[in-house]
RNA sequence: GCGCCCGUAGCUCAGCUGGAUAGAGCAUCUGACUACGGAUCAGAAGGUCGGGAGUUCGAAUCUCUCCGGGCGCGCCA
């Protein structure tokens, strides 16, 4: 159980016996920066004292009293401090319950929780087209959507991961006019693809084949290749060309008309987005009857409504501008835009010895992502493209990442749990079987060390929920960085196995390594990245 | 001009639905194994949280404004 729930119901007593109503509050409690300051803090002394008329210390003076008089589980102190924080000092033996429940829920339970309630939610990432290779920028759009799938079904969501694929208008046009002149030896025309990929693909290609088709699905192939290096994976892979055949696209217009969302003008189909917090109209049919790419879009989101209760898109910067006119697009043909949610993930610059790595979109003139992976491993680049928060542009050095050294967290993070692999090993070589928790007496466990690694890992449902809510899978990052330290720092003052140490502490912790385990593999999982036995 | 994101230690970044003395990694300096992997650990130093104003018991966090950087603002996709 949640120490916070005893806390709360303790102060929840106090308050109603001093007078204040505490039903519809929500009792905050932090665990306070500094430890003086106790282990957990409340402020629902500042926040009531006004509304109950009185001041905060004389307020919180009144519920000290009354919590020392009473104390809740664990509680050892109950201070009143600064303008008017209720401050609690617990026993260690609230630790040891977190180790308790850590084990007992395991890497299957641990920090997961039920926001989603089973709700069926879509999340649409990648979605490059599929005329060239994905580039190094597209991996952090890859690395976060599939992240953010992972934490959502921990937090009950059933999740299906989508790829959109453009596989129709101009762009392909030209990508299959680009493939078949290098087939023939020829430059690919102006308007073409210029990149040498092309004239690789092109050797491929069986000289019967269609090269629109037999393009697309070589692209395709690359990318699934590319992403699976990344250990991720789509369940649908969904082609705009498709909605064509199925008359999806026609649907979709029509009933737009019968929601009166359009309107004719100047020989175009418009849709009223403006209404919606738009800045401008938007046409879907121009005049010469081509659709404009929005349209397809809006029936391919209308497609993902049929079959799904939410919506989640992982968009690039340069797509921000789209965002108010796809929410409207589904508000017009009757959906709540608060379902469609839509990340925007910023740049990522690319460095290598200090120098910037040029990136253009001209000319074919990219970085593969291919190559980063090449270069600096499968669970480095996804490591460092998720554990910075993606509104903020990002700084990719190659050199710092490719070092398997201190400079990468990454590494760091996966000694820790290789090293707790190899003192289980060296346990059991010493004659050590894990033991019953019941039979383990891990109030044992009072060393600094021990305890940080028990503080931290009550954190971890905290900072998932976090995560989940917010769309920040950086936040399992940086948590994992943290107790990873607090693992290695107790491996350095604790032995587990030892001349000095007596069988009891050796199974104590043992139990508490195991619990570290636990969590470190919950965490990167979430992020997608492996956790070694050994390195 | 309008919209979105960003501005925090020398560098790369956390912290942002308000909490007490603003954190981490790297870099710099000083230390630590005759026992579990030194890819580790301990310590030091490092700050006008871009500037200003407001809201209040309290602001890196919320509001306004200004400055600086990035990305967008098509009957292109």
Known sequence: MDIREHLRSGLSAALAQVGVDSHDLEIALERPANR???????????????????????LGQQLVDLLAADPPPHVTAVELAGPGFVNFRLADTWLHDVLTDVLEQGEADYARHNLGAGARLNVEFVSANPNKPLHAGHGRGACYGDSIARLRER?????????????RGVQMARYGESLAARKRGEEPPEDGYQGDYLIDWAAEMPDDADPLDWGRERALASHRA??????????????????????????????????????????????????????KDRVLVKG????????????????????SDRLFNVWGADHHGYVARMKAAMQLLGHDPGELEIAITQMVDFTRSGEE???????????ALDDIIAEVGP??????????????????????????????????????????????????????????????KIELLVHPR?????????????????????????????????QAAALHGFYHECYVVGDGVSTEVTQARLALVAASQVGLRVALDLLGVSAPESM
């Open 450 to 482: 021990e305890l940080e690694i028990l503080r931290s890992l009550q954190e971890l449902p905290d900072v998932v929920r976090l995560a989940c809510l917010d769309n920040g899978p950086h936040r399992v990052a940086a948590w994992a960085r943290e």
């Open 288 to 307: 010469d009857g081509d659709l404009t790419y929005l349209t397809p879009d809006i029936a391919y989101h209308r497609d993902k409504f049929s079959r």
């Open 357 to 367: 790595v040029k990136m253009s979109g001209r000319s074919g003139d990219f970085i």
């Open 36 to 58: 003086d300051h106790g282990d957990w803090s409340s402020n629902v002394a500042l926040v009531t004292a006004k509304s109950a008329g009185t001041n905060p210390r004389a």
């Open 226 to 279: 590319t992403l699976a290096q990344l250990n991720v994976h789509h369940d649908v892979w969904f082609s705009e060309r498709s909605m064509v055949d199925s008359g999806a696209i026609d649907e979709t217009l029509s009933d737009l008309r019968e929601r009166d969302a359009v309107f004719d003008h100047d020989g175009a189909v418009w849709l009223r987005t403006t209404a919606l917090g738009d800045d």
């Open 155 to 167: 937090c009950g969501y059933q999740v299906t991961r989508e790829n959109y694929i453009n596989d």
């Open 379 to 440: 669970d480095a680049a996804r490591f460092t493209y998720l554990i910075q928060s993606v509104d903020s542009r990002q700084t990719f050095d190659l050199d710092v990442v490719a070092e398997q050294g201190m400079d990468n967290p990454v590494f760091y993070v996966q000694y820790a749990h290789a090293r707790i692999c190899s003192i289980v090993s060296r346990a059991a070589d010493a004659g050590f079987r894990p033991a019953p928790l019941a039979e383990t």
